[in-house]
């Protein structure tokens, strides 16, 4: 634990000026972003007594040990970036909206040349026109379903609507007239879109004129006696009726409104948000957080706006905002939602009439949100708390292992060797923080040298960050070599030291300076290491961690067979109870590990088996390797080619075709197919080109097409 002392800035060094602070750990991780109209009068706070200070105040600068700050000119700019270091920091210490689960938004690609009327989840795309979110997933499809008689647009995938395209035939909502059917011709681009057009506008709330003009449509083919035209109109009319009918009217003025709502208590808060488009309410959605640091309600009314509209633009934001408290002060919020949306945003508390008795219907949702939350979290938090210190009781530990992370081998009769690595902070999985290796050292089947090695790699890493931030001094040898032999360490390729598992936005580790406060890969040590096995993998690993000088990591290994946790120079496990909370944690992270390691050796698996002779040619990608067997139909007749027929292939020049034509003469032809009924050897049947989803590949005798049972 820090003394705030030891790094509290010298009186005169913080200016009196706006700007947004940062404090760090000692590891450099940014802990903490908060801004201020002045900065000198705000740090000062921080570094008053610890006695006046907020239990989580305390918590949060005794953690730290460091401070900086950056001056910009106006309170909108520190607001637009904390809003942005929050974001890429991802500090312990800020209060952090989470959803409680991913809400779905009725999507219209407006951006393709048939635009699609579907489900969306997830991070907005540009182009494309938003409407909720929903609560639920069928909400948006019954109504999506009484929409399609008037509206016809296309709801069928890429897939389905160039196979329609392609044999002339439309789908089943084609058929029965729910939809334009674009892909066989029935409307044009033009019209389609129009549809679509029409569409967006309905969901807008722009509905009463709309449903006029069917009226009239109607009332003109009534009198025109054509009878069939108006019942059908009269039908689309009670459908619209009827999608109107699912969202009633709370605000009779066509309002475009937000409204924002907070429950909290001493340690949590819940924000419920109701989206009101037309005087209906489109969409609601829900937050909860953990009050890490003393703040107010005005503060987590700042938070929850910055939450919901600091990705958003134009029409997103509504041209009034209801909230239970205006953040202190107003004015820079209320500038700075009037630059995203790009004109006039009111930001206030309603005081009296239907605003406010709506308001009261969102405050009462949030305090369910908050009760429910509070009882589905009370039992977990507890059952996770009581693993914990049975986990720390077993292995004699000095406390409660809050980060834990699972090794495992997986491989296919020795081939395909990979391992990984799953991180559980506080009992549930942190799968950012996933990790998967190649083993390269050597080759064969040998678990316990897997073992080692990637012990070896994973904490190398985890040294040599230490020594880049000058908290290892402990000589180079322990560092020398994290390139050599194991896979190069910054990369973020199969193959490298711990390929991320989905995260493809983190930067590589050679991009992050010791100044920088984003989570580096391995940076962080666990308090206890566990890997899949006994007696032999522990010995591995603990030997691993000695080699490094590192004695300050647990280890302990499950054995599958009688779940016994052993542990190193022990020559008898030690066995949990079967009830035992600790024991079904070690049981869920030593699965979780030996899942991830098995899908990655399929993945592995399943790309060797695919590969061709086309692989191995230098610069050829996916797209002019499918134009390749498209254009010649096989690998046996493109290798029997010639250099100007090659050329011929949209996308190929001269210098590739050379590199293509010398690359099939030196590769060995493939082995005949067999046909497994007979034993015929089908020497007419063409090689394939073996490319990702290229059909019709065909499979010799004895092929390994489904060999799970062997693997490990």
Same mark, same amino acid.
């Given at each position: 634990?820090?003394?705030?002392?030891?790094?509290?800035?010298?009186?005169?060094?913080?200016?009196?000026?706006?700007?947004?602070?940062?404090?760090?750990?000692?590891?450099?991780?940014?802990?903490?972003?908060?801004?201020?109209?002045?900065?000198?009068?705000?740090?000062?706070?921080?570094?008053?007594?610890?006695?006046?200070?907020?239990?989580?105040?305390?918590?949060?600068?005794?953690?730290?040990?460091?401070?900086?700050?950056?001056?910009?000119?106006?309170?909108?700019?520190?607001?637009?970036?904390?809003?942005?270091?929050?974001?890429?920091?991802?500090?312990?210490?800020?209060?952090?909206?989470?959803?409680?689960?991913?809400?779905?938004?009725?999507?219209?690609?407006?951006?393709?040349?048939?635009?699609?009327?579907?489900?969306?989840?997830?991070?907005?795309?540009?182009?494309?026109?938003?409407?909720?979110?929903?609560?639920?997933?069928?909400?948006?499809?019954?109504?999506?379903?009484?929409?399609?008689?008037?509206?016809?647009?296309?709801?069928?995938?890429?897939?389905?609507?160039?196979?329609?395209?392609?044999?002339?035939?439309?789908?089943?909502?084609?058929?029965?007239?729910?939809?334009?059917?674009?892909?066989?011709?029935?409307?044009?681009?033009?019209?389609?879109?129009?549809?679509?057009?029409?569409?967006?506008?309905?969901?807008?709330?722009?509905?009463?004129?709309?449903?006029?003009?069917?009226?009239?449509?109607?009332?003109?083919?009534?009198?025109?006696?054509?009878?069939?035209?108006?019942?059908?109109?009269?039908?689309?009319?009670?459908?619209?009726?009827?999608?109107?009918?699912?969202?009633?009217?709370?605000?009779?003025?066509?309002?475009?409104?937000?409204?924002?709502?907070? &429950?909290?208590?001493?340690?949590?808060?819940?924000?419920?948000?109701?989206?009101?488009?037309?005087?209906?309410?489109?969409?609601?959605?829900?937050?909860?957080?953990?009050?890490?640091?003393?703040?107010?309600?005005?503060?987590?009314?700042?938070? &929850?706006?910055?939450?919901?509209?600091?990705?958003?633009?134009?029409?997103?934001?509504?041209?009034?905002?209801?909230?239970?408290?205006?953040?202190?002060?107003?004015?820079?919020?209320?500038?700075?939602?009037?630059?995203?949306?790009?004109?006039?945003?009111?930001?206030?508390?309603?005081?009296?009439?239907?605003?406010?008795?709506?308001?009261?219907?969102?405050?009462?949702?949030?305090?369910?949100?908050?009760?429910?939350?509070?009882?589905?979290?009370?039992?977990?938090?507890?059952?996770?708390?009581?693993?914990?210190?049975?986990?720390?009781?077993?292995?004699?530990?000095?406390?409660?292992?809050?980060?834990?992370?699972?090794?495992?081998?997986?491989?296919?009769?020795?081939?395909?060797?990979?391992?990984?690595?799953?991180?559980?902070?506080?009992?549930?999985?942190?799968?950012?923080?996933?990790?998967?290796?190649?083993?390269?050292?050597?080759?064969?089947?040998?678990?316990?040298?897997?073992?080692?090695?990637?012990?070896?790699?994973?904490?190398?890493?985890?040294?040599?960050?230490?020594?880049?931030?000058?908290?290892?001094?402990?000589?180079?040898?322990?560092?020398?070599?994290?390139?050599?032999?194991?896979?190069?360490?910054?990369?973020?390729?199969?193959?490298?030291?711990?390929?991320?598992?989905?995260?493809?936005?983190?930067?590589?580790?050679?991009?992050?300076?010791?100044?920088?406060?984003?989570?580096?890969?391995?940076?962080?040590?666990?308090?206890?290491?566990?890997?899949?096995?006994?007696?032999?993998?522990?010995?591995?690993?603990?030997?691993?961690?000695?080699?490094?000088?590192?004695?300050?990591?647990?280890?302990?290994?499950?054995?599958?067979?009688?779940?016994?946790?052993?542990?190193?120079?022990?020559?008898?496990?030690?066995?949990?109870?079967?009830?035992?909370?600790?024991?079904?944690?070690?049981?869920?992270?030593?699965?979780?590990?030996?899942?991830?390691?098995?899908?990655?050796?399929?993945?592995?698996?399943?790309?060797?088996?695919?590969?061709?002779?086309?692989?191995?040619?230098?610069?050829?990608?996916?797209?002019?390797?499918?134009?390749?067997?498209?254009?010649?139909?096989?690998?046996?007749?493109?290798?029997?080619?010639?250099?100007?027929?090659?050329?011929?292939?949209?996308?190929?020049?001269?210098?590739?075709?050379?590199?293509?034509?010398?690359?099939?003469?030196?590769?060995?032809?493939?082995?005949?197919?067999?046909?497994?009924?007979?034993?015929?050897?089908?020497?007419?049947?063409?090689?394939?080109?073996?490319?990702?989803?290229?059909?019709?590949?065909?499979?010799?005798?004895?092929?390994?097409?489904?060999?799970?049972?062997?693997?490990?």
């Amino acid at each position: 634990m820090a003394d705030p002392s030891s790094y509290r800035p010298k009186p005169g060094e913080i200016p009196d000026s706006p700007g947004v602070y940062r404090f760090r750990d000692e590891h450099r991780r940014v802990i903490y972003v908060g801004k201020a109209k002045s900065l000198r009068q705000r740090l000062a706070n921080y570094f008053q007594d610890l006695a006046g200070l907020h239990p989580r105040t305390r918590t949060m600068v005794t953690t730290a040990a460091s401070v900086e700050w950056t001056v910009v000119s106006t309170e909108v700019e520190a607001l637009q970036l904390e809003y942005s270091w929050i974001k890429e920091y991802d500090p312990r210490f800020n209060v952090k909206y989470r959803d409680d689960k991913s809400y779905p938004y009725l999507a219209v690609t407006m951006n393709e040349e048939f635009p699609r009327v579907q489900v969306m989840r997830g991070h907005k795309k540009k182009g494309v026109r938003y409407f909720g979110p929903y609560g639920h997933a069928w909400a948006i499809r019954d109504t999506v379903d009484l929409l399609l008689r008037v509206f016809p647009v296309r709801t069928c995938s890429a897939g389905v609507f160039k196979n329609a395209a392609r044999t002339g035939r439309p789908c089943l909502l084609g058929y029965i007239g729910k939809c334009s059917a674009p892909c066989v011709d029935r409307v044009s681009a033009e019209e389609h879109r129009e549809l679509a057009e029409e569409f967006c506008d309905f969901m807008a709330g722009r509905t009463g004129a709309y449903l006029r003009r069917l009226e009239q449509r109607m009332t003109e083919a009534a009198e025109d006696m054509e009878y069939e035209r108006a019942a059908r109109l009269r039908d689309d009319i009670g459908a619209l009726k009827k999608a109107m009918e699912k969202s009633a009217v709370v605000l009779a003025d066509a309002t475009d409104a937000d409204l924002i709502a907070v &429950a909290e208590d001493e340690l949590e808060a819940a924000v419920q948000i109701f989206h009101v488009r037309g005087g209906r309410v489109r969409g609601q959605r829900g937050w909860v957080t953990d009050k890490v640091e003393e703040i107010t309600t005005s503060a987590l009314v700042e938070h &929850a706006l910055q939450q919901l509209y600091g990705e958003e633009t134009g029409d997103a934001v509504p041209k009034e905002v209801l909230v239970p408290a205006l953040p202190d002060p107003v004015e820079p919020v209320q500038e700075w939602l009037t630059g995203r949306r790009g004109s006039g945003v009111s930001l206030r508390v309603p005081q009296r009439g239907d605003k406010r008795a709506l308001m009261e219907t969102v405050q009462r949702n949030a305090q369910q949100a908050l009760a429910l939350h509070k009882t589905r979290r009370a039992s977990d938090l507890t059952t996770r708390s009581r693993a914990l210190e049975e986990i720390a009781d077993a292995l004699d530990l000095d406390g409660a292992p809050l980060r834990i992370e699972c090794y495992d081998i997986s491989h296919l009769q020795g081939d395909d060797v990979v391992a990984s690595m799953v991180v559980f902070e506080d009992g549930l999985a942190r799968k950012s923080e996933y990790r998967r290796f190649q083993i390269k050292s050597f080759a064969g089947q040998d678990d316990v040298r897997s073992m080692h090695e990637v012990i070896t790699r994973r904490f190398r890493r985890y040294l040599a960050d230490k020594e880049r931030t000058g908290e290892w001094t402990g000589g180079t040898e322990a560092t020398a070599g994290v390139t050599a032999g194991t896979g190069t360490a910054t990369g973020v390729t199969d193959g490298a030291d711990g390929t991320p598992a989905g995260s493809p936005g983190e930067p590589p580790a050679s991009t992050l300076t010791e100044d920088d406060g984003r989570p580096r890969r391995f940076a962080y040590p666990p308090q206890l290491v566990v890997v899949d096995g006994g007696a032999p993998q522990v010995a591995a690993a603990r030997r691993a961690l000695d080699e490094l000088g590192i004695d300050d990591i647990a280890v302990c290994g499950l054995a599958k067979r009688l779940e016994e946790v052993w542990l190193p120079d022990d020559d008898d496990p030690v066995v949990l109870p079967r009830t035992s909370e600790g024991l079904y944690l070690l049981q869920r992270v030593r699965d979780e590990a030996h899942r991830f390691a098995i899908g990655y050796q399929r993945v592995k698996r399943a790309k060797r088996f695919r590969s061709g002779p086309l692989d191995e040619v230098p610069g050829l990608g996916d797209t002019r390797k499918q134009a390749l067997i498209k254009h010649f139909g096989s690998v046996k007749k493109l290798r029997s080619a010639t250099i100007e027929q090659i050329c011929e292939v949209p996308g190929i020049g001269r210098k590739t075709a050379e590199v293509i034509a010398v690359a099939l003469a030196g590769a060995a032809p493939a082995a005949p197919a067999v046909n497994t009924a007979t034993g015929e050897i089908m020497d007419d049947v063409e090689e394939p080109g073996k490319t990702p989803g290229s059909p019709g590949e065909p499979v010799s005798a004895g092929a390994p097409d489904d060999r799970r049972g062997l693997e490990r």
